[in-house]
């Protein structure tokens, strides 16, 4: 459970890698900041954390934990925030379904998640869960707009250091497929609302026959407020994909699904549905109504289909159809082509933000079920942002891959302080119930967009308000002058809702003077653009909203650095607070398994390094903390230290991992804290403590590796037992004694 006193720095608690890293890490923090009277608490904001605080009447009185995130979520909007921020799991129904039958295993009472509920109170139960799936954090803690980067350290390491790029051909035939239209992108519609259009607005359904059906009430409005709605055809979503199931087998690539159903929880996880259900179709249609007896929801992914269906009377017979229908399939991008996980068997596993990377920079190949790589057909249905990944593989096609020895850097400026854009969308996502229109009636009676849809399509409405739109844009201001770089708003004019933030960009770089330093592109020139100027050394700045900043700060680090979890993620919040993020949690859960299975984890923690000491040096300036600024200049020489040396963890059992570059960075930590002379009683109390790290070196690192090698028992995946966790992840008794 975590702490509700008002520390000086509030640590999040989160899920698997990252959490179990902290488990070795949080201490070595406590133990330093404390020796500069700086307090670090902790805040809950963990799948399991989530769902225990949102059942506490069905638990004993030990057992209820406080709603953090909701404490959290009020913190951010005050000047006192300073909070670092770990990727937490942003749940999928089958992730969600997983963790609460480990709560229920652990004797927590917490009731079955109701995937098809009938009555009032499964309504009523489901609703509560509802709020916790997909991105249920963010939205809460983004109280202001990203400012993403590769730290100069990491970025220098990295030129130095260059990692290994998959090789890139001319006649290679991955490629972007996207749907030919009657998607999210050509149905947008947009509109900026006047102070007299503000108020509660509602959202509802009109039927062939005139009945209304209201499908949210009271939607609040504020002038100034970017309001789109748009919808895809579920009629074109299935014909494309079973139109290219059928070419990616006549152009013999591998066919794959990029989406990001966990951010996206209510739309994407329809549309990987529809997929399942063409790759199925003929077993859908021999045996539909069976099926749909047995629970089967294809939504859920590939994985509970072949479940449900293995416990049907008839399932040798179906599986036996399943089979054959597979080998008459194209190849599939595969998660674990050892265990037989495709690209469709849970919606969470295939991760757009993480998957299109990783393969781009693999030089465009895919893992197959025979386990070698292969060309790709990327099916990414909407084409909002398709053209990003589009453009790169057309781009690294024509002259191959990035050298991250010479490449400069894309930084990002992003829109997304109160639920900007899609990623707001969750509450004002519906698949239409039938034939009809779906339209947003404001408070003043008026209709503000109306389409007509089919049923099954999926509508949805998003919007971004105006005091947000305006920050990013000073915001963008601010990093071209301190930079000097290039500087891109991805923006396409003839899309709706990038036309409305257009009419706020325009002014406000001209009113500022300094239009003449900043372009506009489509994102698929921006992506052009801003290769071709890495391409050359030299920087970028991407200035994006919402899921472009999402993408990018993906796309562009894994390109550069290899990961995107070594970058800084400073998000400005709008009432004067700091929260620090720590990178990307995509690649956790194979850490997780390797951890168990080896006791070697391979989580580097460089964007905690990059945090810690971002959040101190705010703290500092902040609150007027000399102390603080000078742990956070000695955490920066730590991290300097960890790159320099080549500290990070190494994939492999046997070699040091994450907890050892904890031991190396704490070492580096008190001994630029001992060598420092801007505070003596510093200096004083770290040199003891620095000899000591140094002299028993050899202690340490042999404690630290005789715990490798051998399965690790950590008493849960989405609610390990704390003492557990401990116990792997503080395997060294001489450094535990050392730090406390």
Request: proline share 5%; with cysteine; charged share 25%.
């Amino acid at each position: 459970m975590a702490e509700n006193s008002n520390p000086d720095v509030l640590y999040t608690i989160v899920d698997e890698a990252p959490e179990l890293a902290s488990a070795s890490f949080l201490p070595i923090i406590r133990s330093f900041a404390s020796a500069a009277g700086v307090t670090v608490g902790t805040k809950d904001i963990s799948l399991a954390g989530r769902i225990l605080a949102t059942f506490p009447e069905n638990l004993t009185e030990d057992q209820r934990q406080s709603d953090d995130l909701a404490e959290l979520g009020q913190l951010v909007k005050t000047p006192d925030a300073n909070v670092i921020k770990l990727p937490n799991i942003s749940a999928s129904v089958p992730q969600l379904v997983a963790a609460v039958k480990e709560l229920q295993s652990q004797g927590y009472d917490i009731p079955d998640y109701p995937e098809d509920p009938k009555t009032d109170a499964e309504k009523a139960v489901r609703a509560r869960f509802d709020a916790i799936k997909g991105s249920a954090v963010n939205p809460v803690l983004r109280e202001g707009n990203s400012d993403r980067r590769a730290a100069k350290a990491v970025k220098n390491y990295a030129q130095s250091h260059p990692h290994r790029m998959g090789a890139w051909r001319s006649d290679s035939k991955t490629h972007v497929s996207s749907m030919p239209g009657n998607d999210f992108f050509a149905n947008e519609v947009a509109a900026t609302l006047t102070a007299d259009q503000a108020g509660d607005a509602k959202i509802e359904f009109v039927a062939k026959d005139g009945a209304v059906t209201v499908l949210k009430d009271k939607w609040p409005l504020i002038e100034g407020e970017v309001v789109d709605a748009t919808f895809m055809s579920a009629k074109a979503l299935s014909a494309f994909l079973a139109d290219e199931i059928e070419a990616s087998k006549k152009d013999g690539v591998l066919f794959s699904l990029h989406l990001k159903a966990t951010m996206m929880k209510v739309s994407d996880p329809i549309i990987f549905g529809h997929a399942v259900k063409a790759w199925l179709a003929p077993i859908f249609d021999k045996y539909g109504d069976q099926l749909a007896a047995a629970g089967v929801n294809p939504n859920s992914g590939m994985g509970d289909v072949l479940d449900r269906i293995a416990g049907m009377d008839n399932a040798a017979e179906i599986l036996a159809d399943v089979d054959a229908l597979n080998a008459d399939r194209p190849a599939m991008y595969m998660v674990n082509s050892d265990k037989g996980i495709t690209n469709l068997h849970v919606p969470s596993d295939v991760i757009i933000d993480a998957s299109m990377p990783a393969l781009i920079r693999a030089g465009g190949k895919g893992w197959g079920p025979d386990g070698k790589e292969a060309d790709t057909n990327c099916v990414i249905p909407d084409n909002c942002y398709a053209p990003v990944y589009d453009e790169a593989i057309n781009f690294f096609k024509a002259n191959g891959a990035l050298n991250p020895a010479t490449a400069g850097t894309v930084q990002n400026v992003g829109l997304m302080a109160q639920k900007a854009e899609e990623y707001g969308s969750h509450p004002t996502t519906f698949e239409a119930p039938a034939d009809g229109a779906i339209r947003i009636v404001l408070a003043n009676g008026e209709v503000l967009h109306s389409l007509d849809v089919e049923a099954g399509d999926i509508w949805r409405a998003c919007t971004a308000k105006k005091a947000p739109i305006e920050n990013w844009i000073q915001l963008a201001i601010d990093r071209q002058r301190l930079t000097g770089a290039q500087a891109i708003f991805w923006l396409d004019a003839n899309r709706a809702h990038d036309a409305e933030l257009i009419k706020y960009v325009k002014p406000a770089l001209e009113a500022a003077g300094v239009a003449d330093k900043f372009t506009i592109m489509a994102p698929r020139e921006a992506t052009r653009a801003s290769l071709e100027t890495i391409t050359a050394g030299n920087d970028s700045i991407a200035i994006t909203g919402n899921v472009l900043r999402d993408y990018l700060t993906d796309l562009f680090p894994i390109l550069e650095l290899g990961t995107s979890a070594k970058m800084l993620s400073i998000v400005k919040l709008m009432n004067g607070g700091g929260m620090f993020e720590t990178g990307a949690g995509g690649s956790a859960p194979k850490h997780v398994q390797q951890l168990v299975e080896e006791n070697h984890l391979r989580w580097d923690s460089m964007g905690e390094f990059c945090a810690l000491s971002e959040s101190l040096n705010f703290l500092a300036d902040m609150k007027g903390n000399a102390k603080a600024g000078v742990l956070g200049a000695a955490a920066e020489a730590a991290t300097q230290g960890i790159l320099d040396n080549d500290r990070s963890p190494s994939r492999k059992v046997g070699e040091p991992d994450n907890r050892d570059s904890h031991y190396w960075f704490a070492r580096y930590w008190a001994e630029a804290l001992a060598a420092q002379s801007d505070d003596a009683d510093l200096a004083a109390h770290f040199a003891p403590i620095a000899k000591e790290l140094a002299e028993k070196e050899d202690a340490i690192l042999a404690e630290l590796a005789a715990a490798q090698g051998k399965p690790a028992e950590i008493g849960g995946y989405y609610h390990p037992s704390a003492e557990l966790k401990a116990k792997v992840m503080r395997p060294s008794a001489t450094l535990n004694t050392i730090i406390g």
